[in-house]
């Protein structure tokens, strides 16, 4: 794998929604180039819908998303429930589907890349697990194998949604473990969480969402039990039925 290049990612006033009902209200500010930063907030409150517009997978309604450098390699996890486990697919496909940036969706994946493939999983703790399906694993040996899927992908910007949700006590240490190195490897990396314990244990940076932006900086700034409650407040206030909103000059 090649030394990841630095690249921030910079909203600029950005609202996104669906059916021009805004989930996420003008938010503006800079996942620094790598930096590592939990997405936190109440039910509702566009974590996901955020991701999924950094991954390019939503328009925003309004604004600007810019990257820190020319086409950087992103790669993004959504949240398990996502993921079809009924699908045929070997762990050893799943894991290769990582190249489909280098080599296109109708190309074979060379020895080199399943020699990766290979060690990817060794270091999830899944060695001898390519052939096995989808559907014979355990949520969080499925989870382990999307993240063998990321670290082939070798992306300057990671994107995970709700990662450690629902998964062994084991399975949730071994995969902050690998957070950890990308992180000290100088990627970009921005999860959406829910588990403020890991937050405030392994997540320098923190993004508050309430639909829009409560606080954004330093975790141990954010994480406070004021800016919590304002949180819960402005959730219990939005009406998700409302058009397009325009700033107040």
Same mark, same amino acid.
């Given at each position: 794998?090649?030394?990841?290049?630095?690249?921030?990612?910079?909203?600029?006033?950005?609202? #996104?929604?669906?059916?021009?009902?805004?989930?996420?209200?003008?938010?503006?500010?800079?996942?620094?180039?790598?930096? #590592?930063?939990?997405?936190?907030?109440? !039910?509702?409150?566009?974590?996901?819908?955020?991701?999924?517009?950094?991954?390019?997978?939503?328009?925003?309604?309004?604004?600007?998303?810019?990257?820190?450098?020319?086409?950087?390699?992103?790669?993004?996890?959504?949240?398990?429930?996502?993921?079809?486990?009924?699908?045929?697919?070997?762990?050893?496909?799943?894991?290769?589907?990582?190249? @489909?940036?280098?080599?296109?969706?109708f190309r074979r994946y060379s020895? !080199?890349?399943?020699?990766?493939?290979?060690?990817?999983?060794?270091?999830?703790?899944?060695?001898?697990? !390519?052939?096995?399906?989808?559907?014979?694993?355990?949520?969080?040996?499925?989870?382990?194998?999307?993240?063998?899927?990321?670290?082939?992908?070798?992306?300057?910007?990671?994107?995970?949604?709700?990662?450690?949700?629902?998964?062994?006590?084991?399975?949730?240490?071994?995969?902050?473990? #690998?957070?950890?190195?990308?992180?000290?490897?100088?990627?970009?990396?921005?999860?959406?969480?829910?588990?403020?314990?890991?937050?405030?244990?392994?997540?320098?940076?923190?993004?508050?969402?309430?639909?829009?932006?409560?606080? @954004?900086?330093?975790?141990?700034?954010?994480?406070?039990?004021?800016?919590?409650?304002?949180?819960?407040?402005?959730?219990?206030? !939005?009406?998700?039925?409302?058009?397009?909103?325009?700033r107040a000059a």
């Open positions: 794998m090649t030394k990841p290049r630095a690249s921030f990612v910079q909203l600029k006033d950005v609202t #996104l929604g669906y059916d021009r009902h805004p989930a996420v209200h003008h938010v503006s500010g800079c996942f620094e180039a790598g930096s #590592l930063t939990a997405v936190i907030g109440p !039910n509702g409150a566009g974590k996901s819908t955020l991701l999924k517009a950094i991954a390019g997978t939503l328009k925003p309604l309004d604004g600007t998303i810019v990257m820190g450098t020319d086409s950087p390699r992103l790669a993004y996890l959504p949240q398990l429930a996502e993921l079809d486990r009924d699908f045929p697919i070997s762990v050893e496909d799943l894991v290769g589907t990582g190249f @489909w940036r280098k080599i296109g969706s020895s !080199n890349d399943r020699l990766l493939i290979d060690e990817t999983l060794e270091k999830v703790g899944l060695v001898g697990f !390519n052939k096995r399906l989808l559907g014979t694993l355990s949520g969080g040996q499925l989870q382990r194998v999307l993240f063998a899927r990321l670290m082939v992908q070798d992306a300057e910007i990671i994107l995970i949604d709700e990662p450690f949700a629902a998964i062994d006590t084991k399975t949730v240490s071994d995969l902050i473990g #690998l957070v950890q190195h990308w992180h000290h490897e100088g990627r970009t990396i921005i999860a959406v969480l829910h588990d403020m314990s890991l937050v405030a244990e392994f997540f320098p940076d923190c993004l508050l969402l309430a639909r829009e932006c409560v606080a @954004w900086g330093a975790t141990s700034h954010i994480l406070t039990p004021d800016h919590l409650a304002k949180a819960r407040t402005m959730i219990e206030a !939005n009406d998700p039925h409302a058009d397009t909103c325009e």
